[in-house]
């Protein structure tokens, strides 16, 4: 079968519709929203450093948010910087940020990282402290071949996308912030790569300078 017509069925029964059109919104929203919504303005903030630890655990993003984890023995450690390139006050940034994570444990290799967040601030109004939840989405590339995501099923990719998903709380100054992070590197349903990826659970902090 033609290479073009394989990845259309891929994407053309009913298991598959549904992530396209999810896929396609997600990446939409990171790409066009902050330049087609109005009252989105380009808002250059201060640049902020990253570092966070986390562990592996062999459990869907779904199931992690439910506070169900199977940890196992393979760690990472990240350094990135960010910077907030758009607002829309009061309610949400947009935040660019890249680095590099380092693997060790089950796996031992180098990971490097770029994403655009998302950040949603629901009490946008408190006077002493920031809640927000970030959801970004970017490449991702590893050095090597990550085994836990072989061992899943035996399928991945060096080249995935990398989609973290984290809470914050900050004061309202934001020269500091503390943060959980889930360190999410995945195929895109299937859609950008058909390997799977892996899911560490992280905490660190950013700080400004």
Same mark, same amino acid.
Request: aromatic share 16%.
């Given at each position: 079968m033609p290479a073009g017509q394989h990845a259309l069925s891929c994407c053309s029964g009913p298991g598959h519709r549904w992530r396209l059109i999810l896929l396609s919104v997600l990446c939409s929203g990171h790409l066009h929203v902050a330049g087609a919504v109005s009252g989105v303005a380009t808002t250059y903030g201060p640049g902020r450093w990253i570092i966070y630890a986390g562990r592996y655990t062999d459990t869907r993003f779904v199931d992690i948010v439910r506070g169900d984890t199977d940890f196992q023995d393979s760690y990472v450690g990240a350094l990135?910087? +960010?910077?907030?390139?758009?607002?829309?006050?009061?309610?949400? %940034?947009?935040?660019? %940020?890249? !680095?590099?994570?380092?693997?060790? !444990? =089950?796996?031992?290799?180098? %990971? =490097?990282? !770029?994403?655009?967040? =998302?950040?949603?601030?629901?009490?946008?109004? +408190?006077?002493r402290w920031r809640l927000s939840a970030g959801l970004g989405i970017g490449p991702s590339w590893a050095s090597a071949t990550p085994r836990v995501e072989r061992a899943r099923n035996g399928r991945t990719s060096r080249r995935l996308l990398f989609m973290p998903f984290e809470i914050t709380l900050e004061p309202v100054n934001q020269r500091a912030a503390l943060f959980a992070r889930v360190h999410h590197r995945s195929g895109g349903f299937d859609l950008f790569s058909r390997g799977r990826g892996s899911n560490f659970v992280a905490l660190g902090g950013r700080f400004a300078w």
């Open positions: 990135f910087y +960010s910077r907030q390139v758009a607002d829309w006050p009061p309610v949400a %940034e947009w935040d660019a %940020e890249i !680095g590099v994570a380092r693997h060790w !444990g =089950l796996q031992q290799h180098y %990971e =490097l990282n !770029g994403a655009i967040m =998302l950040r949603i601030i629901p009490w946008p109004y +408190s006077r």
